[in-house]
């Protein structure tokens, strides 16, 4: 029998199921100061989702026992996948249970920027009838780009297409035949992109390469006329990790106008601080990094990630390992 830790909440049927496997599950958050004092040491896997950051530190006073840590979603970038490998631990993640919830949010929050959805409801709040000022314009007939090729981001654009927008994308890693049979027109450079796409989505997982990829040079090189000759503004969308778009840089670009909106599931401190200057600007909104959270997302995403952290346990292959672990 092995003791499971599941610090920050998990589907019900999921831990039954870990229960029924024979394993002793233990639910509730664990803060990082008992982290870092060695709360650990006395589990043999632990499964986070992100709020729950499994550092070097971490890692190092959590003893031998750990054998697995399931992430409960797609982003690993609050585990040090360096540090677990060379204490033998493997890391495994469960990368497509939210895809259509994150694909459902990303086409809401490109249709909320376009149509000023939030602003029209807070000016109604406030008793405005402000429907002169409240003006949008379609998504067909735009040019969409995508940072990143992969599941989320190719059901984003085949959406795109099929509402009539010409799909562009950025990926090094992506093989061109891929986006040749998507229909999608695949750049050589992320600066070509965001020169000719009026609404930019972030699809990329966040590393060292990636922070503020979204900056203030490449916003302000956005086009703000469509494909269609309709003056569209610019958009940019992040549904992705927080710190792949520079926040100082949007609030600039959305001050000037150089932007014309923006919205993000996801912040580079989280939980986000309500003082933010961010959410006091007119031609931006937010949600707290909501992408994976439907009834229907954390029901796959629970099952696959129990399913994942039972394979390991058990000695069995597991195409979900994100890291080398020195066994």
């Not at 026992?65 to 540090?83: E, F, P, Q, S, Y």
């Not at 085949?158 to 509402?163: D, L, T, V």
């Not at 309709?230 to 926040?247: K, L, M, W």
Request: charge should be neutral; aromatic fraction near 2%; hydrophobic fraction near 45%.
């Amino acid at each position: 029998m092995a003791k499971i830790a599941v610090t920050d909440g998990m589907d019900e049927k999921a831990v039954l199921r870990l229960e029924k496997a024979g394993h002793q599950v233990v639910l509730g958050h664990i803060g990082k100061a008992d982290l870092l004092a060695g709360a650990l040491s006395s589990f043999d896997a632990i499964i986070v989702r992100s709020a729950t950051k499994l550092t070097a530190d971490v890692l190092k006073v959590s003893g031998d026992r750990l054998k697995v840590i399931g992430r409960a979603g797609v982003g690993v970038d609050n585990i040090d996948l360096k540090a677990a490998g060379a204490q033998g631990i493997q890391v495994v993640n469960a990368p497509r249970a939210s895809t259509q919830s994150v694909v459902e949010l990303t086409l809401g929050h490109l249709l909320a920027s376009i149509r000023h959805l939030p602003r029209a409801d807070r000016s109604l709040r406030n008793g405005q009838w402000a429907k002169k000022a409240m003006k949008g314009s379609e998504l067909s007939g735009k040019a969409l780009g995508l940072i990143g090729f992969g599941r989320i981001a190719q059901s984003v654009g085949r959406i795109a297409q099929a509402i009539g927008m010409e799909v562009h994308t950025y990926d090094p890693y992506l093989p061109p035949k891929i986006a040749k049979a998507q229909g999608t027109r695949l750049h050589k450079t992320l600066d070509a992109l965001f020169s000719n796409c009026t609404h930019i989505s972030v699809h990329c997982n966040l590393t060292e390469e990636t922070h503020h990829l979204v900056n203030a040079e490449r916003l302000a090189a956005m086009p703000h006329i469509g494909k269609d000759g309709a003056r569209c503004g610019s958009h940019i969308i992040n549904c992705a990790r927080g710190g792949i778009v520079d926040e100082e840089a949007v609030m600039d670009a959305l001050s000037s106008g150089v932007l014309t909106s923006a919205a993000l599931d996801v912040f580079e401190d989280e939980p986000v601080d309500p003082k933010h200057p961010l959410l006091q600007m007119e031609h931006f909104h937010g949600t707290p990094h909501i992408g994976a959270s439907t009834v229907e997302a954390q029901g796959r995403v629970g099952m696959d990630i129990a399913t994942n952290v039972l394979d390991v346990l058990a000695g069995r292959s597991c195409n979900f390992v994100v890291n080398e672990a020195h066994l």
